[in-house]
C-alpha cells in the first residue's frame, strides 16, 4: 500500500507541475524540461574507462555462441542487433530449448538505464553480461569455464592483454564482462525525437507532436521520463488497475524476488520506451504484440485513462519518433577453437 500511494503522489505532483506548461502550449520547452537528447559520444561507465581495444574485445565476446555451454547462445541471440536489440519473441528460448521467465529488454541504449533487467537486479551491463552466462535457462556456462574457453584461443588472449594492458592476468570473468559493457555502451540510436530536443521543430510531424503533448498531459513522463524516456524508477504494474493474469502472471512479482519487501510485489522497473516500436512484444510477459493496445493497457493500468483511437494513435506516432538510427554493426570474424578449448554440451543442470 506505501509503495500504491508513493506512486500515486509521485504522478500527481508530476502532472501538477507540468500543466502549466502544457497550457501555454510550449511544448518543446515542456518536453526539455523533461527529456535529455541522447549522448553524442559514447557515455561513460562506472569503474570500466572505455577504450577501442575493449571495445573490439566486448564485440566479439558479443557475439560468440561460445560463452554458451551448448556453443549454440551469444548475447546477441535475445539481443539481436538487427531486430531491435531483443529476440521478437514472448520469452526468450535458450539452453536445452528452455524458455525464459521473462520477456528479453532492448540492447539499444541499454548503457542509459538506472539498472538493468525488469526488476533491476543488476546495477550495471556488467553485472547484467554475467547473469544470462550462468542461468541455467540461457547459456548455462559457469565463470570457470568461459574462462578455460577464451584462455584455449591464443587470439583472445592477444585481444585481452590489449585491452587490458595493465592487468598480470587479463583472461577474466570480470574483464569478459567489463569488455562487452564497453560494446554495449556504443550502441546508441538517436532518433527523430533527439532532433526535436535539439530544436528542429520540424523532425517531429504533428501527430507526433500531439502525442507527446498527450504524453506529458496523460502522466505517462511521471514513470517515463529523462534521457531513455524511461529505464528508471519502479511502479506498481496495475497501479489504479490490475491488468488479468494474460498481462501480468500471478507467478512472477517482479522486484519482489529481489527485496523481498512485501510492498515490491507486482513492482517493476519502468521501461525505456526508446525504440519501443521495433521491440515487439511488450510487457515483462511478452504477450502484448500490438503498441496501441500495449498504450491502452498502460493507460487503463497506471492511470486510470480511457483513451480514444484517436488519441491513442497519436500517443503511437509520438513512440514511433523515438525510433532511432542503429550504429553500423559488421559482424566479427571470431577466433578458431583448438584442441584444448571445452567442448559444447547440452546437458540441462538441475535446478538448485
Same mark, same amino acid.
Request: proline residues 8%.
Given at each position: ?50 577504450? /577501442? /581495444? ?7 565476446? #558479443? #557475439? ?108 577474466? #570473468? ?6 562487452? /559493457? ?54 506498481? #504494474? ?11 502472471? /500471478? ?102
Amino acid at each position: 500500500m506505501t509503495r500504491l500511494l508513493t506512486a500515486v503522489l509521485t504522478c500527481s505532483t508530476a502532472l501538477i507541475g507540468l500543466a502549466p506548461a502544457v497550457l501555454a502550449d510550449d511544448l518543446r520547452e515542456t518536453a526539455e524540461a523533461l527529456f535529455k537528447p541522447l549522448p553524442s559520444t559514447i557515455p561513460a561507465v562506472k569503474d570500466n574507462p572505455i577504450t /577501442e /581495444e575493449k571495445i573490439e574485445l566486448g564485440k566479439a565476446l #558479443f #557475439f560468440d555462441p561460445r560463452l554458451s555451454a551448448s556453443g549454440v547462445f551469444s548475447c546477441n541471440s535475445c539481443h539481436n542487433l538487427a531486430t531491435g536489440g531483443d529476440d521478437n519473441l514472448e520469452t526468450s528460448i535458450g539452453h536445452g530449448w528452455q524458455k525464459g521467465p521473462r520477456n528479453s529488454p532492448t540492447v539499444l541504449n541499454a548503457v542509459l538505464n538506472e539498472a538493468q533487467f525488469w526488476d533491476g537486479r543488476a546495477d550495471d551491463l556488467k553485472a547484467q553480461a554475467k547473469g544470462p552466462i550462468q542461468a541455467g535457462v540461457e547459456m548455462a556456462n559457469t565463470p570457470d569455464n568461459v574462462v578455460a574457453t577464451l584462455t584455449s584461443m591464443p587470439q583472445y588472449v592477444a585481444w585481452f592483454e590489449a585491452a587490458f594492458p595493465d592487468e598480470a592476468d587479463p583472461v577474466t #570473468f570480470d574483464n569478459m564482462a567489463k569488455a562487452i /559493457e564497453a560494446y554495449e555502451a556504443t550502441l546508441i540510436t538517436p532518433a527523430p525525437f533527439d532532433a526535436y530536443l535539439n530544436g528542429n521543430d520540424d523532425a517531429l510531424d504533428a501527430d507526433a507532436k500531439a502525442g507527446l503533448a498527450l504524453f506529458v498531459d496523460k502522466g505517462c513522463a511521471a514513470c517515463h521520463s529523462g534521457v531513455n524516456v524511461g529505464g528508471h524508477g519502479y511502479y506498481p #504494474f496495475g497501479l489504479i488497475e490490475k491488468p488479468g493474469a494474460e498481462v501480468l502472471p /500471478e507467478g512472477d512479482k517482479g522486484r519482489f524476488a529481489v527485496t523481498e519487501t512485501v510492498d515490491d510485489e507486482y513492482v517493476f522497473r519502468a521501461s525505456p520506451l526508446r525504440n519501443v516500436s521495433v521491440t515487439a512484444p511488450y510487457f515483462h510477459s511478452g504477450k502484448v504484440w500490438d503498441l496501441k493496445v500495449a498504450v491502452q493497457i498502460m493507460a487503463e493500468s497506471q492511470l486510470g485513462e480511457e483513451l480514444s483511437d484517436e488519441e491513442a494513435d497519436q500517443l503511437v506516432a509520438f513512440l514511433h519518433s523515438l525510433t532511432g538510427e542503429m550504429p553500423e554493426v559488421v559482424y566479427p570474424v571470431l577466433p578458431p577453437e583448438t584442441a584444448t578449448t571445452p567442448r559444447p554440451t547440452d546437458e540441462i543442470m538441475p535446478a538448485n
